[in-house]
T-cell receptor, first 111, second 118 residues
Framework: RKEVEQDPGPFNVPEGATVAFNCTYS??????FFWYRQDCRKEPKLLMS???SGNEDGRFTAQLNRASQYISLLIRDSKLSDSATYLC????????????FGQGTELSVKP | GAVVSQHPSRVICKSGTSVKIECRSL??????MFWYRQFPKKSLMLMAT?????????EQGVEKDKFLINHASLTLSTLTVTSAHPEDSSFYIC??????????????FGEGSWLTVV
């Protein structure tokens, strides 16, 4: 079983749609969680952190459920520019900041 | 501007040759850096943890004699792909953790290096 698992993609949605990404993790040593965005042939860029209390940034909402070891990302009113691969990431700080990536979910927003 | 710089961004080499990729933290010291590899349409896979002044820690299945990692200073880690073969063609990317930022620890990525072995 992968340490971080995501929905298989790709997601193809029209502009304005709401999209939900789900992710589960198996390593209980995972301490922090993030969603990264990766554009084609580019390095991953931090999208947002994920907290148990929920974290909202404009059209993006992230949620962490430690009991279920589940992480989510919601994108509302999706834009063409949201097209990218979204990576769920767990960090183990007591191993120096080791990142465990999910396999990523590709999102394609169409006009 | 870039906080972690990776070089070269693209390299094409002949099969059997060796290629060195550098990862530099530009304005902070990184005792630990990480090297990842990504195949097309796949996730980033951790290859090894680079530790300043000591041997790198390799993930299971990664050949340490093929992927040589040297972390000679607090701001530089290098990955050398030795005797490269076409199946080594991939996107290689490094990361470093910066401690003491307002958000705690912040992870920075290099820009990545595209290796094509012909």
């Amino acid at each position: 079983r992968k340490e971080v698992e995501q929905d298989p993609g790709p997601f193809n949605v029209p502009e304005g749609a709401t999209v939900a990404f789900n992710c589960t993790y198996s390593n209980s040593a995972s301490q922090s969680f993030f969603w990264y965005r990766q554009d084609c042939r580019k390095e991953p860029k931090l999208l947002m952190s994920v907290y148990s209390s929920g974290n909202e940034d404009g059209r993006f909402t992230a949620q962490l459920n430690r009991a279920s070891q589940y992480i989510s990302l919601l994108i509302r009113d999706s834009k063409l520019s949201d097209s990218a691969t979204y990576l769920c990431v767990a960090i183990i700080y007591n191993q120096g900041g080791k990142l465990i990536f999910g396999q990523g979910t590709e999102l394609s927003v169409k006009p | 501007g870039a906080v972690v710089s990776q070089h070269p961004s693209r390299v094409i080499c002949k099969s059997g040759t060796s290629v060195k990729i550098e990862c530099r933290s530009l304005d902070f010291q990184a005792t630990t850096m990480f090297w990842y590899r990504q195949f097309p349409k796949k996730s980033l896979m951790l290859m090894a943890t680079s530790n300043e002044g000591s041997k790198a820690t390799y993930e299971q299945g990664v050949e340490k004699d093929k992927f040589l990692i040297n972390h000679a200073s607090l701001t530089l880690s290098t990955l050398t792909v030795t005797s490269a073969h076409p199946e080594d063609s991939s996107f290689y990317i490094c990361s470093a953790s910066r401690v003491g930022t307002p958000s705690g620890n912040t992870i920075y990525f290099g820009e990545g290096s595209w290796l094509t072995v012909v």
